[in-house]
């Protein structure tokens, strides 16, 4: 079964330092989201493409976070620099479309961020 | 704005017992629901969904109706296993987006 891909599983970063997380969606899905999940709490979401373009970053703290989509397939989460704050797990999905409701959506297994 | 409501865990339940978890959302128009399953240290995976008001989503023994008067989409099981034990999530997105929102989650564990 066709799997959302995330890189790297688990990452320890110094506060102040830069992190990336990398993300490839299943085959064929146009929408691609990242969530923060912080421990014992529901996913919240940051980003959502559509393709390659930003169709929601209400969310997203853009003065240090930034997320890109280039050519619409794989993405990639970076942070800089990085707060004790952000220690949480950052969740790739993706699904077939947007239109209408219902669409399932797919999650990758996470990748784990603990701040110093 | 659109939010979703479940009930506070943990839950400890021995196995075979009966499960439900409640749910309740806000939220304008006609959304889909949603019940996701997390085990521990694994990204989410979903457990089952309806899109319309009476709908029954169902796998592996878990269900959930759509009830759009009481804006409730509880998650029951008859008879809980060991391997149950993680943490749902109940979910909505609406119709004129793809966001979904998340509940706060819910931890069950079944002992043996």
């Known amino acids: 079964e066709a799997e959302v891909a995330q890189s790297p599983r688990y990452k320890i970063t110094e506060k102040s330092q830069a992190v990336a997380f990398w993300c490839d969606p299943i085959?064929?899905?146009?929408?691609l989201y990242w969530y923060r999940q912080i421990l014992g709490q529901g996913p919240e979401l940051l980003v959502q493409?559509?393709?390659?373009?930003?169709?929601?970053d209400s969310q997203l703290p853009k003065d240090r976070f930034s997320a890109e989509r280039l050519k619409g397939v794989d993405s990639t989460l970076k942070i800089q620099p990085a707060e004790l704050g952000d220690s949480a797990m950052y969740l790739c999905a993706s699904s077939f479309a947007t239109t209408g409701s219902g669409n399932t959506i797919y999650f990758g297994e996470g990748s784990w961020l603990t701040v110093v | 704005g659109d939010s979703v409501t479940q009930m506070e865990g943990p839950v400890t339940l021995s196995e075979e017992a009966c499960l439900t978890i409640?749910?309740?959302?806000?939220?304008?128009?006609?959304?889909?629901l949603f019940w996701y399953v997390q085990y521990p240290g694994e990204g989410l995976q979903l457990l089952l969904k309806?899109?319309?008001?009476?709908d029954k989503g169902s796998n592996k023994g878990f269900e959930a109706t759509y009830r759009k008067e009481t804006t409730s989409f509880h998650l029951e099981k008859g008879s809980v296993q060991v391997s149950d034990s993680a943490v749902y999530f109940c979910?909505?997105?609406?119709?004129?987006?793809?966001?979904?929102?998340f509940g706060p989650g819910t931890s069950l564990s079944v002992i043996p």
């Open positions: 493409f559509q393709d390659e373009s930003v169709v929601d």
């Open positions: 409640n749910c309740t959302y806000t939220a304008t128009g006609y959304p889909s």
């Open positions: 085959s064929g899905h146009a929408t």
């Open positions: 979910a909505l997105a609406k119709t004129s987006y793809d966001k979904v929102i």
């Open positions: 309806a899109t319309k008001a009476d």
